[in-house]
């Protein structure tokens, strides 16, 4: 049996009924992981050792009968944006060192280490999780899995390849502007954005309060299981939610009543390549069959992304407020353009763009009087050549030209997740994303379940060619 096509829900059931162990599991995940490294490229770094040892203490355990918690000898890879003790965290740049202290875990990073999850390695980002992308002046190009040639999208571009590969079938991921979204559509994972607060974050992200943690999963009753440890409050983030029950629990009930609002381009705002647009039509058709109540509707705003460059600009020109022009002059080229341009802009520009989000909530939340859902591709087109930032003759100049569904979800802190639903002419996933109101996570978990649950989505493990 190869336990890396497994669901995490289907290696703590072997392991409580004895098929198999978490050395195993955790042996195979890390060997999977290693025979694709060479061409994809999705860890900084390796937690071997201390792997084999947590697995070994849970194989023990669950030999025992009393495993220590939800997760007990899952393989997890965590994204090198969040602390992890005893590990340096470089966020994929050159201006960060390996020398110092490493002694905090981040609040995810310690609940998934309370309830038994067993940490195969840190993923890769962009430098400062900048762009919707995943390379870096210090790790280089993490590459697509379904092809090499292509980019799994970011900023949790590592952490989304390491899921598809097999190399643990949970990833901890961040999100400022669909970096969990992103890298999921593309590698034909699972991913999710919680409501803001959902998921404590410590330290605060230089983003502010676009920025949200989250997980990547094989599917949706994956995520809600991960969900469950990660959520609930931490006294490190003074904006963490309170608990909200289990959201394992919420998955039942299926699509029957839900009332789902259908936007295939924003109201005309955005090209859509012709396979995505078909994927995602004939997903919600099922969303239809299963008993939502859909309609083909759009949300009423215009594309919010003047404001949102400002809020991200301005975030990145906080990263390198500091820097001399030697340690400036070691950031990724991109970054160090809009740390440049966001420390032109003013406090009025700022609270301009704050408006700008208030009134896109406001928005939203009477949308959501009239909707459970909202349905949209996730992004408007299959993965584009690796090493890019936008796909060669877009005439895009940021990564945000290409991400016009998922950015505002930031700006408005709602719950999305993106589905797989299918693949384009060349074999690369398309993503679907279901948008709740803030606060609903448990609504978008329950009709991504569905969709898995009717077989619409069917989690696969992917080798690339030549490893």
């Known amino acids: 049996m190869q336990l890396t096509d497994l669901t995490a829900r289907r290696l703590l059931d072997g392991y409580r009924k004895g098929e198999f162990s978490p050395v195993e599991a955790v042996e195979q995940a890390l060997a999977a992981a290693r025979r694709a490294e060479p061409a994809v490229n999705a860890f900084v770094r390796f937690t071997e050792d201390e792997a084999l040892a947590r697995a070994r203490e849970s194989a023990e355990r669950w030999r025992r009968g009393e495993p220590t918690g939800l997760l007990d000898g899952v393989p ?59 390379d ?31 190399a643990g079938p949970l990833s901890l991921g961040t999100d400022g502007g669909g970096s969990i979204r992103i890298p999921a559509a593309f590698c034909g994972i699972f991913g999710l954005k919680p409501t803001y607060g959902r ?48 959201f394992t629990q919420a998955l039942t009930g299926g699509a029957r009543g839900l009332r789902v609002a259908y936007s295939p381009s924003l109201g005309g705002q955005v090209a859509v390549q012709p396979a995505v647009a078909a994927a995602v039509r004939r997903t919600v058709a099922v969303l239809a069959d299963l008993g939502a109540y859909v309609e083909e509707t759009d949300p009423d705003f215009s594309e919010p992304l003047e404001a949102f460059h400002t809020l991200w600009f301005t975030g990145a020109a906080r990263i390198a407020q500091g820097f001399s022009p030697r340690r400036r002059g070691l950031l990724d ?42 349905v949209t591709p996730t992004l408007p087109l299959t993965a584009f050549e690796a090493g890019a930032e936008v796909p060669r003759g877009s ?56 969709l898995y649950e009717a077989d619409v989505v069917v989690p696969e493990v992917v080798t690339p060619a030549g490893t």
């Open 395 to 450: 005439g895009h100049r940021r990564w945000t030209g290409w991400t016009p569904f998922t950015y505002p979800f930031n700006l408005t802190q709602q719950p999305a997740a993106t589905v797989p639903v299918g693949k384009d002419g060349a074999g690369l996933p398309i993503g679907m994303q279901i948008v709740a109101a803030r606060h609903r996570d448990d609504l978008v978990l329950r009709a991504a379940h569905a």
């Open 199 to 246: 998921v404590p974050l410590y330290p605060a992200s230089p983003f502010g309060t676009l920025s949200h943690a989250g997980p990547m999963a094989r599917d949706a009753a994956d995520a809600a299981l991960m969900l469950d440890v990660i959520a609930g409050p931490d006294v490190r983030d003074w904006s963490a939610l309170p608990p909200a029950g289990s």
């Open 136 to 166: 870096s002046p210090l790790t280089g190009v993490t590459r697509n899995p379904y092809d090499t040639s292509r980019t799994t999208g970011g900023s949790s571009g590592g952490s989304a390849a390491a899921v598809a590969l097999g």
């Open 76 to 134: 997890v890879t965590v994204k090198d944006l969040l602390l992890m003790r005893g590990y340096p965290t470089l966020r994929g740049s050159r201006t960060l060192s390996e020398q110092g202290v490493f002694d905090e875990d981040a609040p995810s990073v310690a609940r998934l280490r309370e309830q038994g999850a067993v940490f195969l390695g840190k993923t890769t980002t962009p430098e400062f999780g900048w762009k919707g992308v995943t």
């Open 333 to 374: 080229p991109g970054l160090r353009e809009i740390c440049a341009q966001g420390a032109r802009m003013s406090a009025l520009d700022y609270l301009a763009a704050v408006d700008v989000r208030t009134d896109l909530g406001r928005r939203m939340g009477r949308f959501h009087e009239r909707y459970d859902l909202l």
